[in-house]
């Protein structure tokens, strides 16, 4: 069963790293576009800049789970470096737990906020709505507890083998 999970939470982590890198691609795209358009051409295209800050939004919270991942979000390690294995484990638990619970915030409000925003259109882009934006809380939400749960299952700590 352990083996299955880790297998699972390598795939949507590696889908969810892969839609990031994407986002990222086309934002640069977009925003070479951008320049080529207002400062050769001198017709600016007011649209990129929206869907520049929209493919951003979503590389965001699409990366946030290759950090939880690999334990790479912000801690304070004193503690963990203090302690002694069992109580490592504790940590790792409450850690764990209180990340699900901010990350359960983020899904539950992202999806309300993204159905208050199914009536609102993207400036620039009126035919889109702003569902699609703020659909990246939620989804980013459920790609990180898989890798919250992954990585209480299967500790890496990069940040802590790495750090100084």
């Not at 203090?82 to 504790?90: E, G, L, Q």
Request: charged share 15%.
């Amino acid at each position: 069963m352990k083996k299955m999970f880790l297998s699972f939470e390598r795939y949507c982590t590696g889908a969810a790293m892969l839609g990031a890198c994407a986002m990222l691609a086309l934002a640069s795209a977009l925003g070479m576009f951008q320049i080529l358009m207002r400062f050769v051409f001198e017709q600016p295209a007011e649209w990129t800049e929206v869907l520049i800050r929209f493919s951003l939004i979503w590389m965001v919270f699409l990366a946030i789970p290759a950090a939880f991942r690999q334990g790479a979000m912000v801690s304070v390690d004193v503690l963990y470096r203090w302690s002694p294995p069992r109580i490592r484990r504790v940590l790792d638990w409450v850690v764990c737990l209180a990340a699900l619970a901010l990350i359960g915030v983020i899904i539950w409000w992202g999806w309300d906020y993204a159905q208050r925003g199914g009536v609102q259109s993207m400036a620039g882009l009126e035919s889109v709505s702003m569902f699609w934006a703020y659909l990246a809380m939620p989804v980013g939400g459920l790609f990180c507890v898989v890798g919250i749960i992954g990585n209480l299952i299967d500790p890496q700590r990069m940040e802590l083998e790495t750090a100084q």
